[in-house]
Each structure stands twice: as structure tokens, then as C-alpha cells.
């Protein structure tokens, strides 16, 4: 019996990563103080149901620099919760 799937080698799955970690990070904010800084609000689907949603405010790359302490019901509750929070993040001395 054989597998219809395509067989994949190390160079390949190396090719592959190395296209991800060079793409940019999706903006998905236009606050442009935050550009300036770097930082964007980025939405994690990480947590089970019925709150599922997070939000981690991140540089272009690196660790996050903050992050939610409440799991949110929808992608876009989180997504305006991390737009709050980066425009009180960005107000701070």
C-alpha cells in the first residue's frame, strides 16, 4: 500500500522554516506611536473553549512584552482588548 502524501527532506522543512522566520510579523494595528516603537497587538488562539483568546503585545522580533491576564470568548474581543492595552502600554513613562 502506498502513501499519496509528498515525502519531505531535511532540506525542505530547513527552506520552509527559513521562509517563516524571515517573513514580517502581520500589523494589526495602525497606531503609529506603535510603529515607531515596534510593537504590535497579536492574537493567540492558545487556551481551551469557551475563552480561547488571548492577546501579547510583541516586537518585531523577540519575546513578548506583555500580555493578557483574562482568556477572551472571540478573536475580536481580544483584538480590541490588545488595542487598549497597547495605547495604555505606549502612555506610560
Do not use: C, I
Not at 517573513?23 to 494589526?28: A, I, L, N, S
Not at 488571548?54 to 477572551?72: C, K, T, Y
Amino acid at each position: 500500500m502506498s502513501s499519496t502524501l509528498p515525502r519531505y527532506h531535511a532540506r525542505d522543512f530547513e527552506r520552509r522554516w527559513q521562509t517563516r522566520l524571515n517573513t514580517p510579523p502581520r500589523r494589526t494595528t495602525n497606531n503609529a506611536a506603535a510603529l515607531q516603537v515596534g510593537l504590535h497587538v497579536e492574537v493567540t488562539h492558545r487556551f481551551p473553549a469557551p475563552n480561547r483568546y488571548g492577546w501579547e503585545l510583541r516586537p518585531a522580533a523577540g519575546l513578548s512584552v506583555d500580555e493578557s491576564r483574562v482568556q477572551f470568548a472571540s478573536w475580536e474581543e481580544a483584538s480590541q482588548a490588545g488595542k487598549l492595552a497597547l495605547t495604555q502600554f505606549l502612555r506610560r513613562p
